[in-house]
Structure formats: structure tokens, C-alpha cells
């Protein structure tokens, strides 16, 4: 893990964000209770289905995420990258294969249920009330919360200061970048154990991106595994402790991010050499 970008002295480690038993707990910690051994956190695995009727999208597709992981898939358009992310949510019938979260079997569960048991998605599109204000955002990711969400959303704005800064201000008004950091924070006030985000720079200048990259660095190192599509796969793939490439609807090749930088075979098809 040392040779990771994001090991270093950077970030908030404040783990409050994450609810106890979350992706904090480190993978076979002492007195978790730890499901079959090896099984990852957050698993997709061997998804086969497409959409309605329609012919299958995603073909024995396996993707996993685990505690202290930024995990992210890569790939052509139309590869299903989004597909994939669907349905591990919950919004594609799996027609084979699972879905399991903390050993549990969610397979069956609509997108709100797998939100109550700490599923927090950013999608690529549509992912803001654009009329609504930025707080007002915020508080709507809390809706399936009870309890006073004032500290967390304390949290959201010291990781993305410049939202606090237009916090009354239509979402909608705020460029790319400030966008996908109220989706990214209204998935956040759920307290997720873990987070999917679906091309979150995507549209964004290169310095955007990076400053995005490095926030999702942060909310990572606050304990929170993310899985994440990226179009920047160059980029993605440094900062990406396990990576998948996707290639019509099915893994064609899956490593660390270094290891997938290294491969001449992912370099000639998907780097540009
Ligand atoms: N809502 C939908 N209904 C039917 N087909 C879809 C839908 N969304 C995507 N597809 C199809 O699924 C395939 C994979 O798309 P997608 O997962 O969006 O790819 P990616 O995110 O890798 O660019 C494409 O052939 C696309 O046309
Ligand atoms: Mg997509």
C-alpha cells in the first residue's frame, strides 16, 4: 500500500464521515464481522444483463472494491462502464451473477435499499437538483437520514470549500467542476460505506480534474472505498489502487493501476501507446 499516490500525509482523516462497521474497518480486522474470507466489500460478480428486454449488456462482468481502495474501470464508449455501475446499484435486472455488500447478498434490493444499507452513487448524468441551491442539495442526499445531519454536511463543506462559499445559490449556476462536487457531497451527507462515481470530471478542464481527483484522494483517506469511471484513463489508472478495463460489456484486463500502466498490451489499445 506504501507505493500508492495517496499514502502520504495528505488529506482529512476524520472517519466520522463513515458510519461505524463501514469501509473503515480494515478487511479482516479483529471482531469485524468478516464474511467468507477474501470476499471483497463491494463485489459485482459475474453480472450478466442488459436493459428491459434487450439483448445482454454486460457479460459475466466482475467488479470489487475494498476498504481503503480507490478502485476504477476504464474503457471504450459503449464498453458499459456505466452499465456496470447500474447494476450494482440496482438499476439493471442482473439476470446472473450478485451483487454482495459487507458479505450481504444485495442482488435482489432496489437502488434506495442498497442507499439505506450504505450505497452512496454518483451518476454521470442528472446527478444535481440544478433549481435547487446547493444546501438545499445537500440536505436531499440526507433523506434517508433521522438524525441531525448538521456535522456532516459541516464535513462536505470543509472538503469542498468553495460550496459553503454558494451554498445559497442554485446548483445550477455553478460551473462543471463545483457540480460534481455537490454530487459527490449530496451522496456523502447518506454517510456511505462505500461510493461509485460515474465519470465525476467528466467535461472538466485538466487542472479541474485534478483538483477533483485529489478531493476523491481525500474523501478516500477518510476511510470510504471508491469505485469510480473514469475517461482520464491515464490519470485514473495512477491513482487507482485496483483497475478494470471493460471492453464490450466483459473485464479484459484487471491489475493495479501500475500494473495496467505497465501493460503494453492496455498501453497500444487504451493510451495511445
Ligand atoms: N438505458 C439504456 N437502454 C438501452 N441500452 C442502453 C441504455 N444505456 C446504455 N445502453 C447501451 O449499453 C451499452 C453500454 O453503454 P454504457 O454502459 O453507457 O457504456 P459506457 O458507460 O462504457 O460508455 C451501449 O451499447 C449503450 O447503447
Ligand atoms: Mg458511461
Known sequence: MSDTPYQDDRGNKDRSITRPG???????????????????????????????????????CTIAVDPGEIAVIVGPNGAGKSTAMKAMFGMLDVRSGHVMLDGEDITDL??????????????????IFTSM?????????????????????????????????????PAGELSGGQRQQVAVGRALMTKPKVLMLDEPTAGVSPIVMDELFDRIIEVARTGIPILMVEQNARQALEIADKAYVLVQGANAHTGTGKELLADPEVRRSFLGG
Open 110 to 127: 432496489s437502488p434506495q435499499q442498497r442507499v439505506v444499507k450504505g450505497m452512496g452513487f454518483v451518476p454521470q448524468t442528472q446527478n
Open 133 to 169: 441551491t446547493v444546501e438545499e442539495n445537500l440536505e436531499m442526499g440526507a433523506f434517508i437520514r433521522r438524525d441531525d445531519f448538521r456535522d456532516t454536511m459541516a464535513q462536505i463543506y470543509d472538503l469542498f470549500p468553495i460550496l459553503k462559499e454558494k451554498r445559497l445559490q
Open 22 to 60: 463501514g469501509g473503515t474497518a480494515q478487511p479482516h480486522a479483529p471482531g469485524r464481522t468478516t464474511p467468507a474470507p477474501g470476499t471483497p466489500f463491494l463485489i459485482g460478480d459475474a453480472m450478466t444483463g442488459g436493459y428491459g428486454k434487450g439483448p445482454d449488456i454486460l457479460h459475466a
